[in-house]
């Protein structure tokens, strides 16, 4: 149950201390996509996560992980934001979070895994290590599979964060 606890449980990316994490020792921050960054690939702004990517590569190496093999919508986001980007990542299997890995030659203690999914984002990270930050997903229509994830997820997330003093909605660094 340790490996679905994330290190921090956040509404959405504004809200999350980078200076804690980078105080942790982190250097790599990796975001997940749909319902994470945007909804559902729908990009409203560019210019704010232009400015909000510039800011947190001030201090942190910035990549976009995704499971999306729709490869427009990604390297479109990730040009006009200049942010690196592995698609069809596979999460929660290894592939992609070890991808990044490998392009930065980072410990997985210095990199963090942010996003909307417990079993894809938080598991799939702290597998590997990573630390972990697990967000409110920013839309209610998601992909079929996410929906039937979602099922689960409520319920397993209930139950993590009981079991240590935490509860949903409430949340924490």
């Not at 959405?12 to 790599?28: A, F, H, P």
């Not at 909000?52 to 934001?81: A, G, P, Q, R």
Request: with cysteine; hydrophobic share 35%; glycine share 4%.
């Amino acid at each position: 149950m340790k490996s679905l606890l994330p290190d921090m449980y956040k509404k959405n990316i504004y809200d999350i201390n980078y200076e804690k994490l980078k105080g942790m020792g982190v250097k790599t921050l990796i975001f997940d996509f749909d319902n994470t960054l945007v909804e559902k690939g729908k990009v409203k702004d560019y210019e704010k996560f232009k400015e909000f990517f510039k800011k947190l590569k001030k201090d942190f190496n910035v990549y976009i992980i995704s499971n999306t093999i729709d490869k427009n919508k990604i390297e479109k986001f990730s040009k006009e934001c200049d942010v690196k980007y592995v698609m069809f990542a596979l999460k929660p299997l290894s592939r992609g979070f070890k991808k990044v890995k490998e392009l930065d030659k980072m410990n997985p203690e210095e990199i963090c895994m942010i996003g909307d999914q417990l079993f894809t984002d938080v598991w799939g990270s702290k597998r590997l290590g990573y630390h972990s930050v697990y967000l409110t997903p920013i839309a209610k229509d998601e992909h079929l599979i996410t929906k039937f994830n979602r099922l689960f997820e409520r319920r397993v997330f209930n139950r993590v964060l009981k079991k240590n003093k935490k509860e949903k909605g409430r949340y924490y660094d």
